[in-house]
């Protein structure tokens, strides 16, 4: 069997996958909870391991970054393959050709349409090439049924991967997306969150009017406030 850490594109994603994991966690964009990436170079998919963050806080080394083949085999790193493998792997399979980046996140803006079991619509300039993230159909964490019920919202979505990145909300848990690459695709899972955290604010602003009154109460008490 040839020896994969031989290959620097493959070891250089070991460490990439690593950077962005601690990217996620640090930025709220994952938690210690769940989440987890993968990257695929050639024939190999880069993984990170299972409990990255419940386990391991997301300050993964890139040794622990795990290569594994499409039958499923480990080639090289240190631990189990994720829970969430059967999604991975569907996505890389199905959507390879437009794609190499997969990133599963409990992204904490985004974990509230989760709840509410929402699809979000783009409310930014920088969210709109993506359209309205789709909700899917409830399927349990790491089952096959959750991999398929993925896949199926993301026909049809191809051309957005190939651009940038096409994502789902799976309810009560969080955003699953496909990139064309590992950089294109943390760009999307702060973006996504981004937009979340937009609409989620925006709405409170928006239903509250009342900031109009303390504002007169205070041009009428300190009309004549000067800096010295
Ligand atoms: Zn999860």
């Not at 569907?90 to 794609?99: D, R, V």
């Not at 599963?104 to 920088?126: D, G, I, Q």
């Not at 359209?131 to 899917?136: D, S």
């Not at 789902?168 to 990139?179: K, R, S, T, Y």
Request: proline share 5%; glycine share 6%.
């Amino acid at each position: 069997m040839k020896d994969v850490t031989k290959n620097p594109e493959v070891q250089h994603m070991r460490a990439e996958i690593a950077r962005i994991g601690r990217f996620l966690f640090d930025r709220q964009l994952t938690d210690a909870a769940g989440g987890n990436i993968s990257a695929r170079v050639d024939d190999v998919v880069c993984m990170s391991p299972s409990y990255s963050g419940s386990k391991r806080q997301w300050q993964l080394e890139p040794d622990d970054v795990l290569v594994v083949d499409f039958d499923r085999n480990i080639l090289a790193g240190d631990g189990k393959i994720s829970r969430e493998t059967h999604v991975h792997f569907k996505l890389h399979e199905t959507f390879g050709e437009y794609g190499t980046a997969v990133i599963h996140a409990h992204a904490r803006n985004l974990l509230v349409f989760a709840t509410a079991a929402r699809s979000m619509p783009p409310v930014l300039e920088a969210t709109r090439k993506f359209g309205v993230t789709p909700c899917i159909e409830y399927a349990p964490a790491h089952s096959p049924k959750l991999a398929d019920n993925i896949a199926e919202t993301m026909y049809g979505r191809e051309h957005r991967i190939s651009k940038h990145a096409a994502g789902v909300i799976a309810p009560w848990h969080g955003l699953f997306l496909m990139g064309k690459d590992l950089d294109a695709a943390f760009d999307a899972v702060e973006r996504f969150d981004t937009n979340a955290y937009c609409i989620i604010m925006g709405q409170m602003l928006l239903a509250n009017h009342s900031i109009e009154q303390p504002r007169e109460m205070m041009e009428t008490v300190i009309p004549n406030y000067t800096e010295d």
